[in-house]
């Protein structure tokens, strides 16, 4: 195995979340009755014209601006001529020889830690084809049309990643980007967010490429990973049996957890791509291209950096509070609540019993039950110390269950940290008076026994004595 | 009064306007004589006589209270190519002739918008690709002037019914010269405008960048009314031109004094009928009379407009016409073994010869590995087409020549020979190459079979080419002529 | 240019159309006909030439603004189809 290198290209279909189609005003929201969001246009009904739509071009300008790349002022509409019956017109208008976005990057993190970058060949606009449903109608396969014209952006990258690793990395990136730049909801169970991978394997080495294999039909990340790990194996093993690749297209079945050949797809495609003649050039000046430049956010590689210079977190703490926008939206309004100086704390709650709630009900941070107010509110409360950050993990839990900001729950519960010296002492002094033994042991040299007087007072005090007093007073009072 | 099918549009709004006679009775006048004469000419696939009636009474309300525009109860037939809601639209093939458009296209709308009347859908060659009217799958239309003699084509129903009188003015479309040529071979006026002036949302597509809506009618006034009514901007249409189209019935009758008049040197040249360029020249000397000056110029790419076309047209053609595979509309062969076996069948079945030949070659010239070499060496040619009409149009106002090589054919003469039967539209071709407008109006007749004479002007130049025809019309009667049998 | 049989069973597949073998040489020898009439393209010089896709110069593709105006209309829009049920159109079973 080791003696082969993979190589790995990947090609994204983002559906775009505009509220209709590209080339029609037909809606493209998700689960509607069978078409019955298929107008005569995404029919491709005789005599009927496409009209593009403005939004999706200026999604696509944003992505491209996104990663650094040329934004064309004058892209092309062709059209992919082939029959399927999930493509209404026998023909799919795509971008082929001038698309709209050309020569981007992103940077991906390593395991090791360091950081590559992958090109980014193109991204382009085209429509999405329809279904075709294989549940049985007396030997018919049934087509909705619901999604055909949806509108895709079709990021390819350069054949840069090595492993399925990095391909995964890559695609977490970008998943990650589209969906903070809003151009893209990133649901891969409905289909919005798709992947074709090309692997091939070839001798470390050797400069030339291997044939590759496109798999299609990725909708998980957990799916590609393994699709991509079974396909090099798969490759590896013909060429060490002394056989040589086919180049084809595969199809990832994830029940049994391999790739095979694509019947449909055997025929070599000859798709006579020309100019749609129904649609003119498609010409962007630097006016609409500088604002859409105005509109992007802050992207997560550039916040991912402000939160290691600012904040002083760690590449993995920044990057994993980045991942997602609406993540570290909530992380800075807890920061922005709870005043500067105070983010690490924060972004170890935020990563710590948040996420793990959230993991827990299985919802996203936008539908947490815990709002960034109020966790800044409980964060405040071990700031000026209130309660310890143990107690604190306890009253997490009953803001989430009960829906109550963290004083009320510390007031009703009578959680509030013991901080009063008096109060203390008296309790150190009765545990002194109950443990005459362990004194004097501790006091002819067990040092070890410190924290059983530590744990004692806790105890006593239910866990609510500031523990930074306990421990100075325990010393003290110990000492004699 | 004057027979109700001797008036022109013109004169018949008048008679509408002045309540000589009702829009009911003139609907019911040109529908008794479609009852006569169509089965003979084949010119209308769906007679509409009903939904026509209707409509003739409520544009006669509106007359009667003073309201209505300059078409209101005006009955016209439409080209079966343009969708027409609830009514059989089948493109003059098999494929559809089962096709219900759900939509009216946008001409259709407007039109009826306009109070105009819709008495049929006529009878073209099968998706508008002929020169004949011979490919339809109802069978050729006859040419009301000889009936052994083709129309003309594809716009060859639409040129009959309005030869014969069976409708006053009809709609067409011209994609090499679907409208000139039948117009010249039956001696009507047609105009195909300029690529994009009109929509084509709803005209069942046969080459994109070529396909252009117009009007086959008694006169240039009659053009400029009816084209008034059609053209325009259309927000469903990518490739219609937002301009604002001017009043084509104010400039008619400017006068032609200093008017610069080209001769193109290759439509002289070859392959045009001795006596058929006499006529032409006659009308010449009749513009000369008027004041106009005749320059001679030459476009020395334009013998490669037949070439150039039949690479163009068929390539769009061939993914223009993918979408009929018996899916969703259309024809469905009969049980299907396979998805393969549904789309080769449905398709072998349901498209014509003529469609297939076209679908064929356009599929070939895309093909990898001839791309290059048809394709795009067609499309940097129709550059060089059109650099060379836009070189003309400095120097000269509008360039006039023939319409056809010849007047109307017999039936059956040419259908075995595909080259000769698109080299009848040499002379045509070129406009849509170059998406100028471009007309066709009668000038004379050779053997009592009309003769067509052509202007083409510069982009936008309706309301010119309106003016040189009318003006023409003017001084010379032969548009009044009509066939014996017919009048 | 001659095209082989074999090519036009190639072009007639890769376009979808059932040719039968009685049509078959009229096929052929048309469509070598027809382009034969179009090789007279190659005598052109068009070097240095922009290829022409539109017949109108500096027309730029217009867009439309993002808005639904569209209703459910499949109902209508099925009754030109051959074979549909529960609002799906049927083919014969696609095989991936």
Redesign the interface.
Known sequence: MSSFETVIGLEIHAQLATKTKIFSSASTAFGAAPNSQANLVDLGYPGVLPVLNLEAVRMATKFGLAIGATVSQRSVFARKNYFYPDLPKGYQISQYEKPIVEKGRMDILLEDGSVKTVGITRAHLEEDAGKSLHEDFQGFSGIDLNRAGTPLLEIVSEPDMRSAKEAIAYLKKIHTLVRYLEICDGNMQEGSFRCDANVSVRPVGQEKFGTRCEIKNLNSFRFIEKAINYEVARQIDIIEGGGTIRQETRLYDPDRGETRALRSKEEANDYRYFPDPDLLPVAIDTAFIDAVRRTLPELPDEKAARYIEKFSLSAYDAGVLTASREMADYYEAVLAALGAGQEKLAANWVMGELSGALNKDGIEVTASRVDAGRLAGLLKRIVDETISGKIAKEVFESMWAEDKDADAIIESKGLKQITDTGAIEKVIDEIMAANPKQLADYRSGKDKLFGFFVGQVMKVTGGKANPAQVNDLLKRKLAG | MTELHHQTLAELAAGLKARRFSSVELTRHFLSRIERFNPELNALVTITGEQALAAAAKADQQLAAGAGGPLTGLPIAHKDIFCTDGVLTTCGSKMLSNFVAPYDATIVEKLSQAGVISLGKANMDEFAMGSSNETSFFGPVKNPWDLKKVPGGSSGGSAAVVAARMAPASTGTDTGGSIRQPAALTSLTGIKPTYGRVSRYGMIAFASSLDQAGTLTQSAEDAALLLGAMAGFDPRDSTSVDTPVPDYTATLDQPLAGLKIGLLKEFFEKGLDEANGKLVRDALKVYEAMGAKLVEVSLPNLPLSVPTYYVVAPAECSSNLSRFDGVRFGYRCEKPVDLLDLYKRSRGEGFGAEVKRRIMTGTYVLSAGYYDAYYLKAQKIRRLIANDFERAFGEVDVLIGPTSPTPAFDIGAKVDDPITMYLNDIYTIGANLAGLPAMSIPCGFLGGLPVGLQIIGPHFGEAKLLNVAHRYQRETQWHREIPQAYR | MS?TRK??EN??????????DA?MP??VD??S???N??????A?D?AS????????KD????????????S???E????????V????????????
């Open positions: 095209l090519d036009v072009i007639a597949h890769l376009a979808r159309l059932a040719i039968t049509e009229e096929y048309r469509l006909k027809i382009l009439l179009v090789e007279q393209l190659d052109a068009t030439v922009e290829p022409m896709a539109h017949p109108l027309q730029v593709q217009r867009m439309r603004v993002d808005e639904v105006v569209d459910d209309r499949h209508k829009y099925q009754r030109n189809a051959a074979k049920e529960a609002g799906l159109y049927l083919v014969p079973k696609v095989i991936e």
